[in-house]
């Protein structure tokens, strides 16, 4: 399975982005997909997770509200919508397919991450 992550840039506080995520070589419609974040000096941390139908959603509290992750199985892809982006939520964020429920997420393989700079 691969993954490729693109979408992330420089934007104002405020503003907005979305990322995406294509995978290949694999059965996309049956993986739980996963956002994580690691900005520097810090550990990686979670984001947001989509169950295989898109039917379910979770969300780290930190982007509850202002973050929606979305799938479409017929383009293998997994979405991440930023909106009211804030200077914190600069990071490198990755995706990630895996199994379990949205709450239970075990990450199986990983993208190889896209930048994201808000600035002030």
């Known amino acids: 399975v691969q993954l490729q992550a693109s979408g992330g840039g420089l934007v104002q506080a405020g503003g907005s982005l979305r990322l995406s995520c294509v995978v290949s070589?694999?059965?996309?419609?049956?993986?739980?997909m996963g956002w994580f974040r690691q900005a520097p000096g810090k550990e990686r941390e979670f984001v947001a997770t989509i169950s295989w139908s898109g039917g379910n959603t979770y969300y780290a509290d930190s982007v509850k509200g202002r973050f929606t992750v979305s799938r479409d199985n017929a383009k293998n892809t997994v979405y991440l919508q930023m909106n009211s982006l804030k200077t914190e939520d600069t990071a490198v964020y990755y995706c990630?397919?895996?199994?379990?429920?949205?709450?239970?997420?075990?990450?199986?393989?990983w993208g190889q991450g896209t930048q994201v700079t808000v600035s002030s």
């Open positions: 990630a397919s895996g199994a379990g429920t949205v709450r239970t997420f075990r990450a199986g393989a």
């Open positions: 070589g694999g059965t996309f419609s049956s993986y739980a």
